[in-house]
């Protein structure tokens, strides 16, 4: 941190946007009021695989209102140059009405543009597509897989012979989809050669990365513009289809272009957490000392791209063993491509990891806190690199106490509420959080207020709120006279707003930023005549609510106001910088512990989520207000992967078989009882000057595993299948 | 969806009349909006019926209840005639949608209601209910909500109703005025078994409303109560369900009136399971002999065979619920 | 604007100077304007006769309504629900579109005083009624308690389901379903929260229903 005085960052402060958000006044992408905007409506290939042999639009173009029918066969050709930024996985991306090929169930096949929603969306109906269809493969446990990711250290297989206790376990988890509340959304409109576009986006520089690749166009002439996003977890971390289907379909009809997905094109239209089958050998010795682990891992992806994520490190260094091997292979399946969901590859390797430990701790009759702690390393065993910070063990402690874990029977189907039984589970999360290159820029005006931009996005954390708090406190000012703002391309670049990134990388440029205007200032005064600062050493000034004065005394001051107006200053401005960790060299993750007490209705199946518990190290606490609203969000995403959530595909031809939140089960408010979230105090500096972890994605790892576990122990069935649901319990 | 002309009925014969003439009823819009929006249902015409004055709930001699067809799901939950007469309709209705939907919902209408199965409502399946002849995309599709009573090869949609499974339990009659006048029908006979014509759902003739749903005189002391069983807590439709009202004299059950939900092509009406129980002393035993009843016939399917004993413990959980009732 | 030609093969919008590279605007008159079966890239295009018709004009209807507080009268597509006539054509983009099939809340408004689906509404039928969106809630700059409570409160984050749990919460109150927790979270279940603020949620409706 800056030597200046903390007022806000650390405060339970409200958020800056909370009047904007509670009176309907912020604005999500397709709400901008754009002059003379038209609709278009998305027509989904209603096979899983094959090609398109007709396209008859002359019902959809008699309409009216129906302005365009565009698919592949009048689309203009789009240059597709190579992206590898953007988030784009390694494949040939997906090119809408580029060729005949339908490459999964519901890809785009043709667009409709009509003067009305009413008309688009009655277009799209009439357009009537035939294809030669080809039997499509969906099903992950049928399908070859790819070439795997390995792993190794120690010799696992001699390991796992030599040990004592040997568990195979094999856990199928099921495919999850974002939903965010606000469906994905483009607004696109060409001014000559230039197209701006308002999209839902976590990343403004990627979609406009992306669009100027696809369109051929120079990047000065692509705007991407995003001030509210209602909700991401992922699904925006990628420029998906219908944003070019919509910036095409401008270009064409030389109309501005909304183009909404519906609730049911989400579940093809953008990304999804992947399906696993993930098997895992776990040996032991008698005490519980891990010797060695096996980790089969299967994974959807789909047949154009390679989607990878981060689901082998949590194997490597969550706890100590000297032998481990892991295979990662992905299997092309005819689908569209996943994207990353909250606590990525984390969250799916924590529930296999998580419920194996607890499935150890029974067989062995040891405490599964006491079986953690046994197996505790003291260095990243697969870099060998010292922990930044690593305070799980604390973690345990202070859940338990928290918890009354003491008060947990550990044997299994012993406690009793009348019809339910009540089981108590914990589990450990980890999550590997992104520290990537960002800039920011800051300005101080002559009235003492300052703007700072940066081309983040805010999905829901309170990116707006905490970056005004780092600003405010970097500048000396209040919150009141501080404003951030984000969400548009022609702010300084920032990383993917995702990976519990943001706060360590664009809060940090923040910081450079502001450090340097008030630097300009401290320079000034103290090289003023006039000012009282005039000879005193820069490193002695402090700003406090605008008014720069000797650390110590602070009478002996003036406001930056009265500077800049003396000096004829309009304003002081500078660009700060982070540029990643650089060459640190330790092992930055945040953890957590997750507690959780379930009544089971073992007779009717039923599983209900009592109370939940998380202890997060997750280094400084920012906005603390926000940050447990945001573990109460991962425990929630949790508890819905756990006990609701399953994107089911009808393998017989390729389509998402309940594609709605009717029949995608989210939780409810009535499934959310009690929840608490504890932040250990403390802070990480390791290779960012916040000493913060980032904290979004590591609150929903392990939260499923310790709804399963507290399943177990409720009612002494293991359930190795997600979600857990009446079908496994009866 | 489709471009449609829109009426507003100012009295029950001017709706009839245009009922008569292929105009479809519209009182609350849930279901139907909703699938008008996915293109399952293109009515050419809407005759707006919800200020035809069937809005009242009334007491009938000796102690039945008449439901106006117009009342919505939340005014009937809680009107207190219902909740004093027969609580389990209340209870049944509030355990339904949400609070919003409820609030626009009518009795009529969720009586009407359609199924939620994904491939009736997708209208690039097969699906003999929206498209006589086209097949069925669910027999051997993703069925886990399915139905596992009272389906045939050519439908195993569930009726997605709660209260609707009260009423059968209750043996309620539909009121329906027509152009040929007036009639009544059971509710076993107005909700109709796919079948081969799965696209049937109703005895109800061109032109007919209901104007309400009357729930006959039961003998006193009557206790009851509605369970659903669904994975979670609030907002969704019923894995499984079971209405029960058992009126118990001298120890001895007198009157039994037991349906499920959530497991059949309509409301499913347990009568074995009634039979089973009437005459009988409550026990234990009792519940779990009767209940054993609760699937007989049922024909699983591939993703809801958990249905199959989900639903006999449904129904043993609630007669032992309603049972014990002080 | 640049006056620069994009490096793209896509022509430009603007009629007045056509790229001399790639397909010209006549490329897709032309494709437009073929009536019947044309074989293009080895498929068949059935395309109509250039711009629509006014054969398939959908019925339209006057409505007169009262939108917070101030009577309206429109001309409505009779396809038209409650939601997209406030987001479309009235410019009240307060109400959101969640799923548009009456399952998530997030489209919630009272009309007459109780608390519906927009989505599920159609606009035609809503002659003499009287409709309040989140952006009706407020009196001048002093917010409804409830949406105090979730500023308080922190009962929302990305706040796109915001506007609808407050219209929401508001009908909750007002029928009196706010007892306990208990009888919140289930009267609020018809509200979906992406973003997990349920708890926060019950605590500002637990809140304002007490103040009042």
Known sequence: MSPQPQAAVGAPLSRVDGVLKVTGKAEYAAEHD????????????????????SIDSRAAEKHAGVVRVIHYGNAPKLPYRDNAGSNNPPGRRLRVFQDDKVLFHGQPVAVVVATTLEAAQHGASLVKVRYDAEKPSTDLTKAEPGEPTRYARGDAEAGLRSSAIRLDLTYELARNHHNPM??????????????????????????HDEIAAVFGLPADAVRVINPFVGGGF??????????????????????????????????????????????????????????????????????????????????????????????????PLDVNTPIWMRGPGFASASFVIESAMDELAHELGIDPIELRRRNEPSEDESTNEPFSTRRLSECYTVGAREFGWDRRNPKPRSTRDGDWLIGLGMAAGVYDPG?????????????????????TSDMGPGTYTSQTQVAADAL??????????????????TSPHGGSATMASVGSAVVDACDQVRQQAIKLAVEDRESPLYGV???????????????????????YKSLLARNDRSHLEAKGSYNGPGSERSAYFAYNATFAEVAVDANLGLVRVRRMLGVYDAGRIISPKLAESQAFGGIVGGIGTALLEHTVTDHRDGRIANPGLADYLVPVNADVPDIKAIYLDGEDNAGNLLGVKGLGEVVQVGVAAAIGNAVFNATGRRVRQLPITAEALL | MHPFSYTRASDTREAINAGRRGGRYIAGGTTLVDLMRETVEHPETLVDISRLPLREVTATERGGLRIGALVTMSEAAAHAKVRALFPIVSEALELSASAQLRNMATIGGNVMQRTRCTYFRDVTTDCNKREPGSGCAALHGYNRTHAILGTSNDCVATHPSDVAVAFAALEARVLLQGPEGERQLRFADFLLRPGSTPNREQAIRQGELITAVEIPALPRPLKSGYLKVRDRQSYEFALTSAAVALHIRGGVIREAKVAAGGVATVPWKLSAVEQALIGERPSGRLWAEAAARAADGARPLQYNRFKVELLKRTVERQLRIVGEME | MSSELPESAVPPPTGASESTSGPSRRTFVAT????????????????????????GVAPSSEVSLTVNGTRRTVTVDNRTSLLDLLREH????????????GACGACTVLVDGQRVNSCLTLAVRLEGAEVTTIEGLAKGDELHPLQQAFIDEDAFQCGYCTPGQILSGVGCIQEGHTDSPEEIREWMSGNICRCGCYVKIVRAVEQTAGRK
């Not at chain 1, 609709?39 to 290939?45: F, K, L, N, S, Y």
């Not at chain 1, 483009?186 to 197209?195: E, F, K, S, Y």
């Not at chain 1, 050493?537 to 602070?554: E, F, K, T, Y």
């Open chain 3, 32 to 55: 437009g304007a073929a009536v019947g079966g044309a074989v293009v890239a080895g498929g068949a295009f059935f395309v109509g006769s250039g711009e629509a018709t006014a054969a």
């Open chain 1, 435 to 455: 520290r990537f290159p960002a800039q920011a820029r800051a300005r101080l005006d002559a009235d003492g207020t300052a703007v700072v931009e940066a081309a």
């Open chain 1, 537 to 559: 050493n820069a490193d002695d000034v402090v700003v406090r609510n605008g008014r720069l004065h000797v650390q110590g005394s602070p009478a002996r001051g003036e406001t």
């Open chain 1, 476 to 493: 000396g000012l209040t919150m009141r006279t501080v404003t951030f703002r984000l969400g548009d391309s022609l702010y300084p670049p």
């Open chain 1, 234 to 331: 992922g699904s925006g971390l990628r420029c998906w289809p219908h944003t070019i289907v919509a910036a095409l379909a401008a270009r064409v009809t030389r109309r501005p272009v909304k183009l909404v997905l519906s609730r049911k094109q989400m579940y093809f239209g953008t990304g999804f957490r992947p399906s696993y089958e993930y098997r895992l050998r776990l040996g032991s010795d008698r005490r519980g000392r891990l010797n060695a682990a096996i980790h089969d891992i299967d994974a959807e992806t789909s047949s154009y791209e390679t989607f990878n994520e981060a689901v082998m490190p949590a194997g490597q260094m969550l706890y100590s063993m000297p032998n481990v091997r892991q295979a990662y292979r992905t299997v």
């Open chain 1, 182 to 207: 606000e469906p994905h959304a483009t607004v696109a409109r060409w001014d000559g050669n230039r197209l701006t576009v308002w999209d839902k986006t976590q990343w403004v520089m990627g979609t």
């Open chain 3, 90 to 101: 009235l410019g009240l983009t307060g109400s959101k579109k969640g799923c548009n099939a």
């Open chain 1, 34 to 53: 754009i002059d003379e905007v038209v609709h278009a409506v998305i027509v989904d290939a209603s096979i899983g695989r094959g090609r398109i042999t």
